[in-house]
């Protein structure tokens, strides 16, 4: 993939980062609880998908003259995904550490209310409720350190692939044969 290709991946990335964090803000600032929401996770996915598409698009109109392989958008695609990633890791690092070093907490709290809830809906026995909750408290401990974040960080790779590769398959576009 040529320079001028992984410049504007790395705009796009840039744009998509930037508008996620400011939606990260408002939500919370409207309600930290919505943000360990799965409705809220679903509608930040879908909304990538829809970002990611629309940069690619906009790269294949605007360069490629309306054509793009399938290999082409997922390497432009992975490249602003993982920007766009990089970036979500740098803001979620200064969120849980400096801005509000008590939101872990509040957000492990949410989570095991949502467990709870969610197994006391299927009539889960209180004994394995018990272990359910331990578990969850467990395994999100340390979650939100500066360490657990960039732990985490094999999961950015990953998250950028699967966007590379739907995001790819929306806007690849043949140039067709005889033309």
Known sequence: ???????EAIKGGLIVG????ILSMVIYTIDVSMMVDWKFTLFAFAL???LYSYIGKKYREDHLEGFISFGDAFKF???????????????S??????IDPELPEILTDQVLKNTESMMETFGAP???MDEALEKVEKDMAGQ??????LKGSW?????AAIIGLICGAIIKKKRPEFE
């Open 1 to 7: 993939m040529e320079s001028n290709a992984s410049t």
């Open 48 to 50: 990538s998908i829809f």
């Open 77 to 91: 695609l992975f490249i602003a995904g993982l920007v766009g990633a990089i970036l979500n890791g740098a803001f």
């Open 144 to 149: 939100f350190s500066v360490g657990g974040i």
């Open 155 to 159: 999961a950015w790779a990953l998250g």
């Open 93 to 98: 690092i200064l969120l849980f550490n400096v």
């Open 18 to 21: 930037l508008i996620s964090i």
């Open 126 to 128: 209180a004994e394995e």
